[in-house]
């Protein structure tokens, strides 16, 4: 009888608590309230935890339920296990700390999915020795002349030796096969059997390409590039099959889970056309997804934004789906035009304000790509103009990246109800940057000016062929503002606390979808998504945070990914 005094007390708290948060979560209290103590018996308990719930009072607790993939109680360890019963799994957490599961706000999770079991990866590789064994592995399992790609999500300072692998590093390691080595959207290694397979001359330079010189004026090897260039040249790379497709974001989303991510974000990417979401699409029909999906349509072809936006969603109106998979609008590029684009011609403008103007007539999500600080005042003032005609501030838009905003352009973002998705850009290239522009690096990204404007700040990484996808890397870099260098960069004013940072990474993610009165947090009536650490998160040092992974990752009540001392069940 105790402990259904105790839900119910729970109940009528989070119900509180909840009270502005909409019907589905005051709808399932109210169920849990009305039934028998009988059918209260828990599918899940995790016991003898540091839960942090997240919610509006920062609670610490020991332990939580979970029923038909919600979590029912939260509360002390007496109180949810007498909620234990014959069915229920039972997980003794070892005084470990259970957080909710992470939530990437922009992160191009679907195309990672597409190539990720036919790519090689060198994320965390700490030498270029360990970098050129993951070729040579990779080589050895695939099949003879097979490509090998790694396509980003390195950085010449991850490295011991602090730069890039040579041409005849890479040819010793892997002397008879195709390798493309892309860094960033800004670099190309081709080895000759590659050039050999894209049809480009020895002496000859791909569109939009120039050999980088070493200081002889000798070429290197690595191609200089930016982001079309390399995107059109990649799409010619022989694609991974359908299969290769699931199978891909399969091992993609259980290598989330494994750093504890539970949703994403996704805005999309170039060349990511409608058909290539049915990888995603067939894990969704068969209960195989173990990340939840909230995507954004990206445009992807010049003078037809608008007619391509209206006939791809004609049976896909804002939010359509489940809490599995779901359509989140449109972005992050609206228009070819103004990707990139920081001083638009008034044609430009115009074009980019029809697309706009129909999406929040549709009530549509929009998130859009805007690199340069300076130049945004152009976007917010066609914002301003847009929403003085069709009320967009409901509409949950926002901007991502952003590193320099300025804290008058926050102020009419927030005015405006737009969100910002910040990603730990700056952890790759804060020295780089901290070059060319000196202190200005003590305020990028600007997060607790952000915070003090009332922008909602969700966290992320833009991974994966720009940034790693690891969310504890982003989160070590959130809280000490140090590049991969190890060098310091953003200034303490501009730092948020442990519980913040971890804020920005869950709730505040899950807001973009509007998905915050479901997940995000750990309280009764919300989702069963969490994720048990190997170390606490609130008391390691700093400086070991990026290191953190989950030993069970639950996404719906369901244990996705257990590593020892859990195990998950069959
Ligand atoms: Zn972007």
Redesign the pocket.
């Known amino acids: 009888m105790k402990s259904v005094v105790t839900i119910v007390q729970e109940g009528l708290r989070a119900l509180h608590n909840a009270a502005s948060l909409g019907g589905a979560a005051a709808a399932l209290l109210c169920a849990t309230i009305t039934v028998p103590a009988s059918a209260q018996e828990a599918d899940l308990v995790v016991i003898h935890a540091k839960v942090a719930t997240l919610d509006g009072g920062s609670r610490i607790e020991e332990a939580l339920a979970v029923r038909r993939g919600h979590i029912t109680a939260i509360g002390n360890d007496a109180a949810i296990q007498a909620l234990i019963g014959s069915r229920t799994q039972v997980v003794d957490a070892g005084r470990r700390t259970v957080i909710p599961g992470l939530i990437d706000s922009h992160m191009h999770a679907v195309r990672a999915g597409l190539s990720y079991s036919v790519e090689v990866n060198w994320i965390d590789a700490r030498t270029i020795a360990e970098a050129m064994s993951r070729l040579r592995t990779a080589a050895h399992r695939s099949r003879p002349g097979a490509w090998l790609v790694i396509a980003g999500g390195w950085t010449e300072q991850q490295f011991e030796e602090r730069r890039r692998p040579t041409l005849q590093e890479v040819l010793t390691a892997v002397p008879e096969q195709p390798v493309w080595i892309q860094l960033f959207y800004s670099g190309l290694l081709l080895t000759p059997k590659a050039r050999e397979s894209l049809g480009i001359a020895a002496d000859a330079l791909p569109p939009k390409m120039t050999a980088q010189l070493d200081a002889q004026g000798n070429p290197t090897g690595w191609l200089e590039s930016e982001i079309t260039g390399l995107s059109s040249l990649f799409d010619r790379l022989p694609k991974p099959t359908p299969q290769d497709n699931v199978a891909g974001t399969r091992q993609f989303f259980a290598e989330l889970n494994r750093l504890g991510i539970t949703g994403v974000v996704d805005?999309g990417g170039f060349s990511l056309y409608p058909s290539q979401y049915r990888a995603l699409q067939q894990l969704w029909r068969e209960h195989a997804l173990t990340v939840r999906v909230a995507f954004s349509l990206f445009a992807q072809n010049a003078d037809s934004e608008l007619a391509d936006f209206k006939n791809m969603t004609q049976l896909l109106p804002m939010g359509f789906g489940d809490d599995m998979l779901k359509f989140n609008g449109i972005g992050?590029r609206v228009t070819l035009a103004m990707y990139n684009n920081d001083a638009p011609d008034a044609t430009t403008q115009e074009k980019f304000y029809e697309v706009l103007q129909w999406a929040a007539r549709q009530g549509m999500a929009v998130t859009i790509?805007w690199v340069d600080g300076k130049s945004l005042p152009v976007l917010l003032d066609i914002y301003e103009r847009l929403n003085r005609e069709v009320a967009i501030t409901d509409l949950r838009w926002s901007i991502?990246?952003l590193d320099d905003v300025s804290a008058q352009s926050l102020a009419r973002m927030k005015s405006l109800g737009i969100g910002w998705t910040m990603q730990d850009s700056m952890y790759f290239a804060g020295d780089r940057v901290r070059a060319a522009r000196g202190d200005a690096v003590l305020h990028m990204p600007p997060l607790m000016t952000a915070v003090r404007a009332g922008v909602v700040v969700g966290a992320g990484t833009?991974a994966h062929r720009v940034a790693t996808y690891n969310p504890f890397i982003a989160l070590q870099w959130m809280l000490d503002g140090k590049t991969i260098g190890g060098n310091a960069t953003r200034g303490s004013d501009e730092t948020p606390s442990r519980e913040l940072a971890l804020r920005f990474y869950t709730l505040n993610s899950a807001w973009f979808s509007f998905d915050d009165d479901k997940r995000g947090s750990l309280a009764v009536g919300k989702l069963a998504d969490f994720a048990i650490l190997d170390q606490d998160y609130f008391t390691a040092p700093v400086e070991q945070i990026g290191r953190t992974v989950s030993l069970m990752t639950v996404v719906g009540g369901k244990v996705v990914y257990a590593a020892a001392p859990f195990v998950a069940p069959r």
């Open positions: 805005p992050e790509h991502a990246h833009d």
